[in-house]
């Protein structure tokens, strides 16, 4: 299946390129500058996709991005410390991002004749994220498929949708993703902050999935106490 890969740069949607590319017929990489304040990112897109020998491009969205305003992730709002599945997080949300990047990519995959278009969306996403969840798996293909009719049968691949962080750091390390080559940190430093809620999820996947963690962070414990009232692996 020729797949194109919508890759942040982060944890996940690496993961998911290195699976791709081991299970399909991986065609490149996909990335978006919305004005994120962590946009260094991209750079970990770029390098994922020099690693796998396929075309990477950055679509320039930051246009809208300006104008989806509230977000901490996009606006001088301070990134918020603690665990996702906290009320706090809501401030991270980037108002239908999702929906935006897909329809640009499903558009992409069409007019270059691929088969599918790949998202690293996640169980870990369901609470806070509402364009990470199955319902909007399901609705934006039965979107696409209306709005491709007659003209291309483009795919939704998103094999972790149901998973959890945890699951992909295991599955990423049965396909050989360098870990240590992604970048989560919402607060885009110098090094992961330990703190903000992608932080503290990266950090939990690593101990549950029993893999070794080659992050460096500002904050290496922190994530400990975040996650105290929700680690599974206490219950």
Known sequence: MKTLVVCSGGLDSVSLAYKVAAEHTLIGLISFDYGQRHRKELEFAALAAKR????????????????????????????????????????????????????????????????????????????????????????????????????????????FVMGSKADIVTEGARVGTPFAETWSCYKGGERHCGRCGTCVERREAFHLAGVEDPTAYDDPDFWKAATAGFRADEV
Not at 60 to 83: E, F, M, Q, W, Y
């Open 52 to 159: 796998l020998g396929v075309p990477h491009e950055i679509i320039d969205i930051s246009n809208i991005g300006r104008h989806l305003s509230g977000s901490a992730l996009t606006d001088d709002v301070a990134v918020p410390d603690g665990h996702y599945a906290e009320e706090t997080m809501k401030v991270t949300v980037v108002p239908n991002r999702n929906a935006i990047m897909l329809a640009i990519a499903f558009g992409l995959a069409a007019a270059r004749q691929a088969e599918a278009v790949a998202i690293a969306v996640h169980g870990g996403d369901h609470f806070i994220y509402p364009d990470c969840r199955p319902g909007f798996i399901d609705s934006f293909q039965v979107m696409q498929d209306h709005a491709l009719e007659g003209y291309a049968d483009v795919v939704l691949h998103s094999p």
